[in-house]
């Protein structure tokens, strides 16, 4: 069974075999955990994100789908780029971030990664109500068939954490 832990802090400072990176759909960088997972990882990773640009995702990574690059100067091997949806009040995308989380948890698999550090997907820029963001994330990943030993949610400040924290018994 997978372990859930909780950390307050900063995602790209976390010592895990992959480090998920909530990324827009162009996979180039952008604002947010995605900004900061480039920066601190260097050229590396994007380097490899337009590889991918250039071969299968020419008009981007869809929703909900997730890829793997190097993590570059990171301390893991490996960064899963994910797109969480945009919080809509009028369409239910809660399969879409659902989706993020067993897509990661997928490529986590295919790669041998035994840690996985998750950011609250969509909860930032995208509009996603926390509470209910981490409910989403925390069942998802509890219902996972992962070989997966440990999900680690790195959450940024002390109102994530304590959403996180109110799914976990």
């Given at each position: 069974?997978?372990?859930?832990?909780?950390?307050?802090?900063?995602?790209?400072?976390?010592?895990?075999?992959?480090?998920?990176?909530?990324?827009?759909?162009?996979?180039?960088?952008?604002?947010?955990?995605?900004?900061?997972?480039?920066?601190?990882?260097?050229?590396?990773?994007?380097?490899?994100?337009?590889k991918?640009?250039?071969?299968?995702?020419?008009?981007?990574?869809?929703?909900?789908?997730?890829?793997?690059?190097?993590?570059?100067?990171?301390?893991?091997?490996?960064?899963?780029?994910?797109?969480?949806?945009?919080?809509?009040?009028?369409?239910?995308?809660?399969?879409?971030?659902?989706s993020?989380?067993?897509?990661?948890?997928?490529?986590?698999?295919?790669?041998?990664?035994?840690?996985?550090?998750?950011?609250?997907?969509?909860?930032?820029?995208?509009?996603?109500?926390?509470?209910?963001?981490?409910?989403?994330?925390?069942?998802?990943?509890?219902?996972?068939?992962t070989?997966?030993?440990e999900?680690r949610?790195?959450?940024?400040?002390?109102?994530?954490?304590e959403?996180?924290?109110?799914?976990?018994?």
């Amino acid at each position: 069974m997978t372990r859930i832990t909780l950390v307050q802090g900063d995602i790209t400072r976390q010592s895990v075999d992959a480090i998920v990176n909530a990324a827009n759909s162009s996979l180039l960088g952008g604002g947010g955990v995605d900004g900061a997972i480039h920066r601190r990882g260097g050229p590396a990773i994007l380097a490899d994100c337009r590889k991918l640009r250039a071969s299968h995702y020419g008009k981007g990574l869809p929703t909900g789908q997730a890829v793997a690059t190097t993590a570059g100067d990171l301390d893991a091997q490996w960064v899963i780029h994910t797109v969480g949806p945009v919080h809509s009040q009028s369409l239910d995308r809660s399969e879409l971030l659902a989706s993020c989380y067993r897509e990661s948890l997928r490529r986590a698999d295919e790669l041998g990664a035994r840690t996985v550090a998750f950011p609250a997907i969509s909860t930032g820029i995208y509009g996603w109500p926390m509470d209910d963001g981490a409910r989403i994330a925390v069942e998802t990943v509890r219902d996972a068939d992962t070989a997966v030993d440990e999900v680690r949610f790195v959450l940024f400040d002390e109102r994530a954490y304590e959403a996180f924290a109110r799914q976990l018994p």
